[in-house]
C-alpha cells in the first residue's frame, strides 16, 4: 500500500511550504471573527503562518493575511494574534 504525503501548506510570511501541521491556522470563521485555530478544523476561510511571531508580523505588512481572509485586520486582533504566537511553545 503506497504511503500518503501530508498536506502542504505556504506559510503568508516567508512563503515557504512546509506541512500543514508545522503551521498555524489563522481562520475568519463565517461570523467574521479572526483567530488562530489550534485544531485546524474551524469552519471559514483559512490562512496558514510559521509558529513565529516574524512570520506573522510580515504577513500582516505586506497584507498577505488581509487579502488571504479577504478581511480588514484591526490592529487589536494583530496584536492579539502576535502574543499568543509568541506564547505558543
Known amino acids: 500500500m503506497p504511503t500518503r504525503n501530508p498536506p502542504m501548506r505556504l506559510c503568508l510570511g516567508c512563503g515557504q511550504q512546509r506541512q500543514k501541521r508545522e503551521l498555524v491556522r489563522v481562520v475568519r470563521t463565517p461570523e467574521g471573527e479572526v483567530r488562530i485555530d489550534p485544531t485546524g478544523k474551524l469552519s471559514g476561510r483559512g490562512a496558514y503562518v510559521c ?30 494574534l502576535s502574543a499568543r504566537l509568541e506564547a505558543a511553545p
Request: one cysteine or more; a neutral charge; aromatic letters at 0%.
Open 51 to 80: 509558529p513565529d511571531a516574524d512570520c506573522l508580523r510580515r504577513a500582516v505588512k505586506n497584507q498577505r493575511l488581509s487579502r488571504a481572509l479577504e478581511v480588514e485586520l484591526p490592529s487589536d486582533i494583530v496584536a492579539a
